[in-house]
C-alpha cells in the first residue's frame, strides 16, 4: 500500500468542514500512487480526492496551485486545488500539506491503443501551446544536473553492464546539455504516464498528479510519453502507437528541425531519469509495504533507445 499518513474519520470531518460541500459520507484510502497518501472522499454534493503531500519540493506547492488553476480555468480535466469559502487552497492536515480536489471520471489505461495514444498528444499539444507564451517557472527538482549528480551515487550499485550504459548515457547528457537547454519550452507535466491519465473509452478525460511539472523543453514531455505509452514489452518503441501520439501533438504544434535531431537523445534522457528516481525509491522504501516500480525496466528501456528509428513529422 502507499498510504503513508492514515485518517480517522473525525479527522477528516474536522478538516473538511470548512469547505461546506457536505457531511462526510464515507472515504476510502488510494492503494496506488508512490510519493503521496490519497483519499476518496464522499462528500454530501460529490466524489473528492484529497492528497496529503509526503515529500518533494514543497516550496514549489504554489507553482502546482497556480498552474492547476490556469489549467482548469481553460478548460483542462486536472486536479485544481478546490479553495474553502475564505480562499485557502492549500491546508494543513497531521502536519501535512493539503489539497482537496475534484474525483476526475475515468479509468487507467494498462494498454494503449493509437487512439488513446493520438488523445495524450492532443493533451500535450495543449498544455504547451496554453502555457509556452508565459510559462510559470519552476526549474526541475530532477533535471540534468541532478542526473548527473544521482548517476555518479547510483553506479556503484550498478551491474558492470549496467554501469556502462548509465555511463554513456550521462556523457552524452554532458555534451549536448546547451542544445537541449536551448529547445523551444513551455510548462511541462513531465511524468505523464498511463498511471497519470484518466480514459473513458478512447476519451482522455483527466489528467492527474502534477508534482513534477516544471518549465522545460516541450521535447522533454514527448520524450517521456513515448517512453512510458509506446513501448513494447522488452522496451522497444512501437512504432504505430509513437506515430499516433506525435502526429496528434504536430497537428496543434509543429516539430521544429532542432526538435527532430534531438529526439533520440531525449528519449534517453527520459529514460535515465525514470531509471534513477526508480532506484532511489527502491533504496529508500526497501523492505517496506510501499509500491515500488521496476528499475530494470528503465534500463531495458535505455538500452533499447541506443538506436532510434523513430523521426518527429515535420511540417514541409
Ligand atoms: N483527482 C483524482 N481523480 C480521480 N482519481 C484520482 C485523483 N487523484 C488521484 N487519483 C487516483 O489515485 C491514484 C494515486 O494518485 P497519484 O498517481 O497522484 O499518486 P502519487 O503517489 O501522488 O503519485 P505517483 O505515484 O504517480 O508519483 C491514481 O492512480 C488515481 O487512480
Ligand atoms: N511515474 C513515475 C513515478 C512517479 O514519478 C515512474 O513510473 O517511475
Given at each position: ?141 530532477r533535471g540534468l544536473d541532478w542526473m548527473q549528480a544521482q548517476g555518479k551515487a547510483l553506479s ?48 482522455l478525460s483527466g489528467v492527474i498528479d502534477f508534482y513534477n511539472a516544471c518549465s522545460g523543453p ?5 520524450a517521456i510519453a513515448l517512453n512510458d505509452w509506446c513501448s513494447q514489452a522488452g522496451g522497444a ?80
Open positions: 500500500m502507499s498510504v503513508f499518513t492514515p485518517l480517522t474519520k473525525a479527522q477528516l470531518e474536522d478538516f473538511l468542514s470548512p469547505y461546506r460541500l457536505g457531511a462526510l459520507h464515507d472515504f476510502q484510502e488510494i492503494q496506488a500512487g508512490t510519493e503521496n497518501s490519497n483519499f476518496f472522499i464522499h462528500l454530501g454534493n460529490g466524489q473528492y480526492v484529497l492528497t496529503l503531500i509526503e515529500r518533494g519540493p514543497l516550496q514549489d506547492l504554489p507553482f502546482f496551485i497556480e498552474l492547476l488553476e490556469r489549467l482548469h480555468a481553460a478548460g483542462f480535466a486536472v486536479p485544481y486545488a478546490i479553495t474553502t469559502p475564505s480562499g485557502e487552497a492549500l491546508r494543513t492536515l497531521k502536519g501535512k500539506p493539503a489539497l482537496l480536489q475534484p474525483c476526475l471520471p475515468g479509468r487507467h489505461v494498462d494498454n494503449p491503443s493509437a487512439a488513446h495514444c493520438a488523445e495524450v498528444g492532443r493533451w500535450l499539444a495543449g498544455l504547451h501551446l496554453l502555457t509556452r507564451q508565459a510559462p510559470l517557472i519552476r526549474k526541475s527538482d556503484p550499485d550498478l551491474s558492470a553492464d549496467e554501469a556502462a550504459l548509465l555511463h554513456a548515457a550521462l556523457a552524452e547528457i554532458q555534451s549536448k546539455q546547451e542544445q537541449i537547454r536551448a529547445l523551444p519550452s513551455a510548462n511541462l507535466h513531465a511524468d505523464l504516464f498511463r498511471d497519470n491519465v484518466m480514459f473513458e473509452g478512447e476519451h516541450m521535447l522533454y514531455d514527448l518503441l512501437d512504432l504505430a502507437r509513437a506515430r499516433a501520439l506525435l502526429d496528434a501533438y504536430a497537428a496543434k504544434r509543429p516539430f521544429s528541425q532542432a526538435e527532430a535531431t534531438l529526439l533520440p537523445c531525449l528519449l534517453r534522457i527520459a529514460a535515465v531519469r525514470f531509471w534513477l528516481s526508480r532506484l532511489l525509491a527502491a533504496r529508500a522504501f526497501a523492505g517496506q509495504d510501499v509500491l515500488i516500480k521496476d528499475p530494470h525496466e528503465y534500463a531495458r528501456l535505455l538500452s533499447a533507445r541506443q538506436q532510434v528509428l523513430l523521426t518527429l513529422p515535420l511540417a514541409l
